[in-house]
Each structure stands twice: as structure tokens, then as C-alpha cells.
């Protein structure tokens, strides 16, 4: 991991008080030499880092210039809370959390007032009562926050390791011990912890010993008794005994209760692959299964996508299972570290709304959406496994012993997702009409087809040779990609679906006069405005400067692709301004187009320099010609 100076000081930013070279170095996995040469960096213009025998700190003034002011108050905000949380006194006195913020009284309690403000909603807020700082809110809820923070530390830090990290927060607490423990005892009864959660679970049981230890254990029912039935229970309260062993603490009913709400929905059936269908039926409610099987159907109806392979429907079914399980029990939620998927995939994310409100509906749970984003997960895997993509190649080697199957083994060995070996010719004269691949790999020079890419290697190989293919094969990816996305922005952008306004409009006001001209130009019914005001209300289709308004069902009389073009910026979400609208109608047979298409200018899209470009475009035939050149520039791992 490549460091630079800003690192040190956004570490220094929001770890105040003096912080030594060894503890620096240890976050970023650096020399405390490296540490010191960052600091003359930053402070070889004016010094912004004071330094002492105990080690670094910003200084109060000078730092002040080079800091986000809203954002620095709220990391200290969080610091103070995350401080009061793992303390071993129920209050600190705030003197004390002066002296280890680094802040004045008067600025800490604004600090403290504004994080009560935003975190109203959690009933969870920091109290200054006669000097002494505390902590005020249901326990449980008061854990939620921590984990939340935690949680957005942990993504955000410096650290290498979830281990490190949780140790940083939590000290004292074995996670790669507290990993083994958990594991084996879910292990015993034939499950697995889903590997995506296995830190979500971790961190609910760091959380959990440092409370008890601390004298903050739950004191009231956190569920009724339903718990007590399921499977996680047993295994729970199997957990909690070895820790309580080696921890010498005790974990009340109440605790067991809430790890064991931790637990649901985070474990899977051992070797679900091999499962089938019939087997759920021991363990799964018969009705979870009977709407998985009507959801998939619905799905094929509304997106023309058949997802009825029985490898995706037993592992469709046991996450269903595990989500409702969460929903009814109100258990925890997926952590949020795929919620960056939403965006570059809208087509599947769009796919995994329709799904959720589907299975809400047939079975009347109200499913939290960021349940999505793991169906957003199991339906991409299952879509990349059935499409073949891979390109004709055809190898050309003169007959020399076995070199000819030697080479053709090998290549195939390193890119068989991504080639299909169609020809290998060894003898005679070659003739580019003899050459029916897009892929020419060759040992001699040859005529190839203006349809072919060619490329030369040497009879044994090499790891340049290996280079040559793989940019070859990423080259012919990337001009097929954008060939084929140019072809479809022509036919589903046209002049009468283009409009520019330099008006200050609002969103409500955009969106009806996008809708109502798609309507009077026969791309929707009258319905489509409707309709797509329940997508956005799901979830934003805002990324960056760009909108991406439609509706969840694909039901337009033809598709089509209506452009708006604001330069100064149409209010969308909160403070959030929209320059470039794309208004997406879909007819169901478009369905899988549209989701190409979509997803290659979802990638231009994200390049902010791109957008900017087309925001300037003059017209029609302006806006066209500049985005079909952006489309043939991207980067090639974009397409």
C-alpha cells in the first residue's frame, strides 16, 4: 500500500492528542523513519505537525487551514462516542475528553450537540451533565451506533486487516480466537457462516464481551420466545459458553438473545451446491420455497430472464430463507460493503428491487432494501456462469513434433474463460479465408481477415508472448463492446428524445415533462410516469451528476433513451444536482439490450470529466458525436 503525506495527517486529523511514531507506523504498515520523512514533508512550508518526545500532533491554528471543518467535527464527534462506549467508567469528565480531543469546552459541546441533532433518530445521544460526559439510550440501541461507527472506521481506516482493526477499537479481545470458536461450533452443525459476514458477526461479539466486561450487559429482553426455537439459539449459546470459559464472564439470556439475532440469516447449509431441491424441504418452510419458485416465474414474465437452473434456485432458496428469517425477527442486516454494486450494475439492481417487493408482498414481511444488494450478488455469479462470451481463436503453428498441441494446451489453460479454441492449423499454406476466428495466435506471419485480430508469438511462449495475448484478447473485448454500444445509442437516442434546458427546474417538474414527451411520441402509456416515481422512491437513480429515471416493470411500447441536458443543475436529491438526465423506456424484448447498454454508459457516465464534456454539447448531432467518442476511448476494463 502506497502511502503519501495527506495520509499522516488525515490520521493525525482524527486521532487528536499526541500520537507516537510506533503507532502510526503500525497503521499504515510502515517504518518509523517513513513516519518522520512524512512529517518534514508536511511541514517543510510551514509547520502544521508540532513534535515532541511523546510523539505528533496537529497544531490547533496552523492544521486548521488544511482541515474540512464539517467533516473533522464529526469524526471527533464519533471519537468521543466510541471513547464513552468502551470506557470502564459509565462517564468520563470533560476535562478529560478535552485533553484527549484536543479541542476547546465550547467547541466539543457544539460538537456534541450537532452529532445529538443527527442522531436523533437512533434515540441514542452524548449527555454533559455537571462536567461528567456519558452515554444516554437503550443499550441496544446504543450498540447499534457503535457498530454503525465501528463499522464506517474499519472501511475507511488505514489498517491492513479486520483483525488489527478490531483490535485497534476493541484491545484485549483474541478475534482470530473468537474466529476459531465461532467457527467450529457452526461447523459441528453441519453450517457454514456466510464469508461476507463472518466480520459483521465478529465485531457483534467484540461489542458484546467489551460491554459485559465493562458492566453495560443487556439488562431487558432484546426478543420474545421464539428465539428459543431455532437452530441459532443452540449454537449461540454453545458460543457463548467456551467464551465465558475463557473470558471468565458471564452472558445473560438476554445476551445470548441478541447473538443470536446476530447469527441469523449468516449461515448457510454446508456443501449448498450439492443440494437439491428436494432436500431444502427438511429444512426450509415449504412456503419460502413455493414463492421462491412463483418469484423466479414472475421474473421470467417482467425481464424475459430464466433463472430456473437448480443450482441457482437452492442457493436463491436458502438465502431467501436466511433474509426473511432477518426481516421477521428483526435481526441484523448485511453489512453495506457491496452497496458500491447499485451503481455499477443498475439492470441487476433493479432486477433484485423487483424480487424483494415481490417476496414482501407474497409473504406480507416488510424486507429492509438493503437486503438487495446480497440478491444483486447471487444474481450476478449465476448470470456470469451462463453467458459465453468467450471469442473464437484459432492457433497457427507449423508442424514441429507436438508444438502445435503443446501451445494450444497451454493457452488454453491460462484464458480458457475468455477464449475458445475453434481452429488449430499445423500444415499447408494459410489463406485468410481459411481463418474463420476473431482471434488469430501465430508462430509465422499471416494474412488474416479485416474481421481478425492477429497476434505473433514465439514457438515456445513466453511470459511476453503471454502479455501480448492477454492485451490482444482485452483489445478485442473492448472494440467489440464498443462497436456494439454506438450501434445501440444510435438506434435509441434520437433528435425528437433530446432536450436542452438552461431553465432552474425541479425534479418533479423534469420528470413530467421527460415522461409526458416519451408518451406523446408513443415509446410509453400513461402510466410510465407513475410507475417510475415508485423506482426512484425505492431508491435514487442519482450517481454522480447523472440520472437514470425508469420504472421497476419494463412494459414500453418501444424502447428508447430521452436525454436532458441542464447546465446549471437540476435539484435532485437533498443538495444533490443533476446535469444530465437519461430517461430510460424499456420493451420487455430490449430487456437484456437494455442492460448492455445501460451498463456501458453507466461506465462513461462515472468519469466526471466525460459528463462535464457532454453537458457542453451545442445539439443532437453534437451530444451524439461526443458521446460515441467517449464510448471508443473508455478504458478498456470498462466495457
Known sequence: MK???????????THSGWQNAETIAVQYGISTRTVR???????????????????????????????????????????????????????LSLTEIINRIFFSESTIRKII???????????????????????????????????????????????????????????????????????????????????????N??????????????????????????????????ITKEITSIISSLFDIRFNDFEVKGLTLALIGKTIVRNAATQRL?????????????????????????????????????KFIIHVNNMVARAQLNAAYPNQEFDYLTKQYP??????????????????????KRESVYLLLHLGVYMDTIEDNRINTAIIVPEYYDT?????DKIDRLFSEDIHIAQIVSNGTIKPSMIESRLVISTTNVAVSKNSYLVNISPLLSSLDVSKVRAKIDEIKHDINAKKIVEYVKQYINRSTFIRTDKHISKEISLNMAAEKLENLGYVNDDFLENLKQRENMASTLFGLVAIPHPLKMNANKTGILIMVNSHGIKWAGDNLCHLMLMIAVKKDDIKIFGDLLQALIDVLSVKKNVYDLIGSTSYEDFLLRLERQIKESKMDQL
Open 347 to 368: 439492470l441487476l439492481y433493479d432486477l433484485s428491487l423487483f424480487i424483494l417487493k415481490d417476496i414482501s408482498e407474497r409473504l406480507s414481511v416488510k424486507i429492509d
Open 404 to 408: 502445435a498441441s503443446r501451445i494450444a
Open 3 to 13: 502511502i503519501s503525506s495527506d495520509n499522516i495527517l488525515d490520521f493525525l486529523k
Open 113 to 199: 450537540q450537532d452529532f445529538n441533532k443527527a442522531n436523533q433518530h437512533r434515540h441514542v445521544k452524548i449527555t454533559i451533565k455537571r462536567n461528567l460526559v456519558g452515554i444516554e439510550g437503550d443499550e441496544f440501541n446504543v450498540r447499534k451506533l457503535f457498530h454503525a461507527l465501528i463499522g464506517k472506521e474499519i472501511k475507511d481506516g488505514p489498517s491492513k486487516s479486520l483483525e488489527m482493526d478490531i483490535q485497534r477499537m476493541l484491545p484485549g479481545i483474541p478475534i482470530s480466537k473468537l474466529q476459531d470458536i465461532i467457527t467450529n461450533a457452526v461447523n459441528k452443525n453441519d453450517l457454514v457462516v456466510n464469508g461476507y459476514e463472518m466480520n
Open 278 to 314: 428436494e432436500d431444502l424441504k427438511k429444512f426450509i418452510p415449504i412456503q419460502i420455497i413455493k414463492t421462491c419458485l412463483n418469484v423466479v416465474s414472475d421474473v421470467d414474465k417482467e425481464y424475459k430472464l430464466e433463472l430456473e437452473s437448480p443450482t441457482f434456485l437452492v
Open 37 to 91: 520523512n512524512h512529517i518534514n514533508k508536511i511541514n517543510s512550508s510551514e509547520e502544521i505537525v508540532e513534535s515532541s518526545q511523546i510523539g505528533y500532533r496537529l497544531r490547533r491554528i496552523k492544521a486548521s487551514v488544511h482541515v474540512d471543518t464539517r467533516r473533522d467535527e464529526a469524526n471527533i464527534a464519533e471519537r468521543i462516542f466510541m471513547l464513552l462506549f468502551t470506557s470502564t467508567k459509565r462517564e
Open 201 to 234: 458477526l465478529l465485531l457483534h461479539y467484540a461489542i458484546s464481551i467489551n460491554r459485559i466486561v465493562h458492566g453495560n450487559g443487556y439488562d431487558d429482553a432484546i426478543d420474545n420466545g421464539s428465539l428459543i426455537s431455532r437452530p441459532e439459539y443452540g
